[in-house]
């Protein structure tokens, strides 16, 4: 997801840059399971595992020679050695990688920098990973995002802590961690304290809207779920819908679902789904959510034929004034920029909650990294990948991004001096109410197949298409919870 819109955008001491056991414990036939399931491995089934654990290809000897670290060039990168750099071509567009790319270029003059964008990451990059010879940086992001607690447990990522550990690009005085933002790191962290993954965009996710929309109908954003009955019922009479969403990938319902459960259950709830407890999500908040949107069905606040939509369709509808709301992240701004009409005077809220008996106040809502970028373990120019994302990560680059995706960055700041566009300018308003009360579920990055296929497709899905009552889609999510829970050739996570 990252993440993410995953269809289209569709979302870490030393110079240790891999290791020689498995970091985390994945089992072999847990990385079987998953590889397949998310299309990572192909016929003959062992394809990819099989090269993964072997060395062939891409050894030490095929690694670029370090070059001479200086107070410019801190990660020793070797100035006359290729980086290549392959990009997810998704809502974030390519622009703002090719402008730090350029960067690296004027840095590196006599280095060659391979630069390329895909939306078809596994299938591009798995042959590669198989033959040992993978690119030094990757935006591994979209549907064909690949899994990246298989590559870390079969040692195919670089540990990033060369990097966070460099003086950042505009102080020297600072490391690049001490220029993020707050989670970035831990988010990162599949298991103890190694960093895989470099999330470079902060997404704000929530319940997106056009004000004009709301004025015209006299009426506010709603804070208690009979305030949004209320106001979905005021639309339907004018012929609008109140809601639409991602019908064919409804993983998006919960981004504004997982942040309502815990406003109203409180943090410790989405933990304990989160570290697939048992009978978590037989909680009273996440009953009365399910049942809360399932309302939305009931009383026919749903945009007809929202279950077949995409999430370009579902955008393109809401853009158009056929429904009031959607649940969806901040890349939504970019990615329907050409849809969205120039008043529509784009904003996002913290999901509304149920009543005032909620744990926790209105505004709370989901924030975190997206975007993942890692480094291959194997690529032969490690350091050079390390170095563009340090580039990357400099104040003038976030800014950059800031500026063509409206979307902020993992950089803690890049906003001064740039006009926010409507849907960016309401997402940091966004966060600063909410405050402290920003979480993070991490189901989306723990358990991939769970969050998207089982939560998501078969019990979400179904539910809002009628097809399930919100009793049948818990018991139905909690018994596939329960089966990830006791696999013990999965890689299980929890909250520290």
């Not at 993410?4 to 056991?21: F, K």
């Not at 949107?293 to 034929?305: C, M, N, S, T």
């Amino acid at each position: 997801m990252g993440s993410t819109s995953d269809e289209s955008r569709t979302p870490e001491s030393t110079t240790r840059t891999s290791r020689t056991t498995p970091v985390n414990g994945v089992g072999r036939r847990d990385l079987i399971k998953r590889s397949a399931a998310l299309g990572l491995v192909s016929v003959p089934a062992m394809g990819f595992l099989s090269a993964c654990a072997s060395s062939g290809g891409g050894g030490d000897e095929d690694k670029a020679a370090a070059g001479k670290k200086t107070a410019k060039n801190p990660l020793a990168v070797n100035d006359t050695a290729q980086m290549e750099f392959v990009l997810f071509d998704g809502g974030f567009g390519k622009e703002y990688a090719e402008d730090a790319v350029k960067i690296y270029e004027q840095n590196f003059p006599k280095a060659k920098v391979k630069f390329s964008a895909t939306q078809k990451i596994q299938s591009t990059l798995q042959p590669r990973f198989n033959q040992g010879t993978p690119p030094d940086l990757i935006d591994n992001s979209g549907a064909e995002q690949m899994d990246m607690g298989v590559l870390a447990g079969k040692n195919q990522l670089a540990d990033l802590t060369p990097l966070l550990d460099a003086p950042s690009y505009d102080d020297p005085a600072k490391k690049v961690r001490d220029t993020l933002r707050p989670g970035i790191v831990e988010m990162g962290q599949l298991d103890g304290d190694p960093v895989w993954i470099m999330y470079y965009a902060y997404t704000v996710y929530g319940v997106w809207y056009s004000q004009k929309a709301l004025d015209s109908l006299d009426a506010t954003y709603p804070e208690t779920w009979d305030e949004m009955l209320a106001v979905c019922e005021k639309a339907k009479k004018k012929g609008i819908a109140g809601w639409t969403y991602a019908g064919k990938y409804p993983y998006y319902l919960p981004f504004s679902l997982y942040a309502m459960i815990g406003k109203v259950g409180g943090v410790e709830v989405l933990n304990a789904i989160d570290n697939l407890e048992p009978n978590a999500w037989k909680a009273p908040a996440v009953k009365a959510c399910f049942e809360a949107y399932y309302e939305l069905y009931k009383k026919g606040y749903i945009l007809k034929g929202t279950p077949g939509l995409d999430h370009i369709q579902s955008q393109t509808a809401w853009a158009k004034g056929k429904a009031l709301f959607i649940p969806n992240g901040s890349w939504v701004e970019n990615e329907s920029a050409n849809v969205i009409p120039a008043d529509f005077d784009l904003a996002v809220s913290a999901p509304t909650g149920i009543d005032s008996s909620d744990k926790l106040p209105f505004g709370t809502i989901w924030a975190s990294g997206g975007e993942p970028f890692i480094v291959p373990a194997k690529a032969k120019n490690t350091a050079g990948g390390m170095e563009q994302l340090r580039i990357m990560l400099s104040e003038a680059s976030s800014k950059n991004f800031t500026s063509k995706v409206k979307s902020l960055t993992a950089y803690n700041g890049g906003t001064d001096g740039i006009t926010l566009t409507p849907g960016l300018k309401s997402g940091v308003a966004a966060l600063e109410k909410a405050g402290d009360n920003v979480v993070n579920p991490r189901l989306q990055d723990w358990y991939v197949q769970l969050q998207k296929e089982q939560i998501g497709v078969s019990g979400l899905g179904e539910m809002m298409a009628g097809r399930l009552t919100p009793a049948e889609a818990i018991k139905k999510i909690q018994a596939y919870a329960d089966a990830t829970a006791s696999d013990d050739s999965i890689k299980h996570y929890k909250h520290q």
